[in-house]
């Protein structure tokens, strides 16, 4: 199995003086720079003829943007949303999500969509077993596991791309 960590493109900055800080992080979106990027990743993907079957993201509006992209270019026909991609989220909690679903889903190409320091961070987990802080993953970049099964685990994974956008597109 594949697994495949992307994160979102540019995104507009933070409002500082936002009367929620919480609600404006969560509601920021993809520039026009950040889109025309995304875009440029998802039309270098496609030519590449790399799939998905499933896509799961980051509630938050700048990573559904990117996906959104993604399923307009035909990375995937299924898009999910899961709230253990924010920033806030978990690996673990994500894991059992995972394993919960019903067997007999034929997914060999996987592809998640969130936010830093949390990719870097599970891709480090999902390697090493522990938090190293060596990876970084550039807006728009792509960070690629490859699992000997079809099980998502903690300390199994190999890294096998780690790209930023600059060498996709």
């Given at each position: 199995?594949y697994?495949?960590?992307?994160?979102?493109?540019?995104?507009v900055e933070?409002?500082p003086?936002?009367?929620?800080?919480m609600?404006?992080?969560?509601?920021?979106?993809?520039?026009?720079?950040?889109?025309?990027?995304?875009?440029?990743?998802?039309?270098?993907l496609a030519?590449?003829?790399?799939?998905?079957?499933l896509?799961?993201?980051?509630?938050?509006?700048?990573?559904?943007?990117?996906?959104?992209?993604?399923?307009?270019?035909?990375?995937?026909?299924?898009?999910?949303?899961?709230?253990e991609l924010?920033?806030?989220?978990?690996?673990?909690?994500w894991?059992?999500e995972?394993?919960?679903?019903?067997?007999?889903?034929?997914i060999?190409h996987?592809?998640?969509?969130?936010h830093?320091p949390?990719l870097?961070?599970w891709?480090?987990?999902?390697?090493?077993?522990?938090?190293?802080?060596?990876?970084?993953l550039?807006?728009?970049?792509?960070?690629?596991l490859?699992?000997?099964?079809d099980r998502?685990?903690?300390?199994?994974?190999?890294l096998?791309?780690?790209l930023?956008?600059?060498?996709?597109?």
């Open positions: 199995m697994l495949y960590l992307i994160r979102h493109g540019i995104a933070p409002d003086l936002a009367l929620d800080p609600a404006d992080d969560e509601a920021r979106s993809l520039t026009k720079l950040g889109r025309k990027k995304v875009e440029q990743v998802a039309d270098k030519k590449l003829d790399l799939k998905f079957e896509i799961i993201t980051s509630p938050l509006v700048r990573a559904h943007q990117t996906t959104a992209i993604f399923i307009a270019k035909q990375l995937s026909p299924n898009l999910e949303v899961s709230p924010k920033p806030s989220g978990n690996l673990v909690k894991l059992q995972w394993d919960a679903r019903p067997t007999g889903t034929n060999t996987l592809a998640l969509c969130g830093e949390n870097s961070e891709a480090e987990l999902l390697i090493y077993g522990q938090v190293c802080h060596k990876l970084i550039k807006k728009g970049g792509i960070i690629g490859k699992f000997a099964n998502i685990a903690i300390g199994t994974a190999q096998w791309c780690l930023p956008p600059k060498f996709i597109i």
